[in-house]
T-cell receptor
Framework: NSKVIQTPRYLVKGQGQKAKMRCIPE?????VFWYQQNKNNEFKFLIN????????QIDMTEKRFSAECPSNSPCSLEIQSSEAGDSALYLC???????????FGEGSRLIVV | KTQVEQSPQSLVVRQGENCVLQ??????????LRWFKQDTGKGLVSLTV?????DKTSNGRYSATLDKDAKHSTLHITATLLDDTATYIC??????????FGTGTRLQVSP
């Protein structure tokens, strides 16, 4: 069973508000991914880290999100100014290395009203 | 164009029946293909990973095949249980960090 812990499970934000989600990866996993799953079950890769360093991120993440994975603290993903289209399930996954199985958390469901 | 296509989109079976889920993809490179189970509103749980041409895996009542030439995978669930009701997602990727997700097959197991 995965031990990737995501908080909060749910958050409701108004448009323009910040929305912050956290993720504690599985112990010993240096690689962390964030994905967005929309209501149509479409997944969008947002960003990934190896230890504290950003490996890759998409343009949207770079412009509108703030993300980090500090040592000895949970990883976080924060939308600086929420938009209606940001309503989705945000999934964090960790892995031992890029070729290994991804272990997913339960997700943080964001609703932007 | 969708790079990972799953079929059927949804499926209803009776408890105890077997079912087969399909995944066709056009992703390259296709070093790994994984099947995940997602209960409603929850995270993804890994069922199996396929790596090599003509790989076959088995994990309890779940078994999967991969045909890399045809870029096609199947997930077989035998003797379905009510708890198998979920969305099954096919994910294809390389050894690097980009993977492509299918939109899943919604399986409902009825009593």
């Amino acid at each position: 069973n995965s031990k990737v812990i995501q908080t909060p499970r749910y958050l409701v934000k108004g448009q323009g508000q910040k929305a912050k989600m956290r993720c504690i990866p599985e112990k010993g996993h240096p690689v962390v991914f964030w994905y967005q799953q929309n209501k149509n079950n479409e997944f969008k890769f947002l960003i990934n880290f190896q230890n504290q360093e950003v490996l890759q991120q998409i343009d949207m993440t770079e412009k509108r999100f703030s993300a980090e994975c500090p040592s000895n603290s949970p990883c976080s993903l924060e939308i600086q100014s929420s938009e209606a289209g940001d309503s989705a399930l945000y999934l964090c996954a960790s892995s031992l290395n890029s070729g290994n199985t991804l272990y997913f958390g339960e997700g943080s469901r964001l609703i932007v009203v | 164009k969708t790079q990972v296509e799953q079929s059927p989109q949804s499926l209803v079976v009776r408890q105890g029946e077997n079912c087969v889920l399909q995944c066709n993809y056009s992703v390259t490179p296709d070093n790994h293909l994984r099947w995940f189970k997602q209960d409603t509103g929850k995270g993804l749980v890994s069922l199996t990973v396929l790596v090599h041409e003509n790989d076959k895996t088995s994990n309890g009542r779940y078994s999967a095949t991969l045909d890399k030439d045809a870029k096609h995978s199947t997930l077989h669930i035998t003797a379905t249980l009510l708890d198998d009701t979920a969305t099954y997602i096919c994910v294809v990727g390389s050894n690097t960090d980009k993977v492509v997700f299918g939109t899943g097959t919604r399986l409902q197991v009825s009593p």
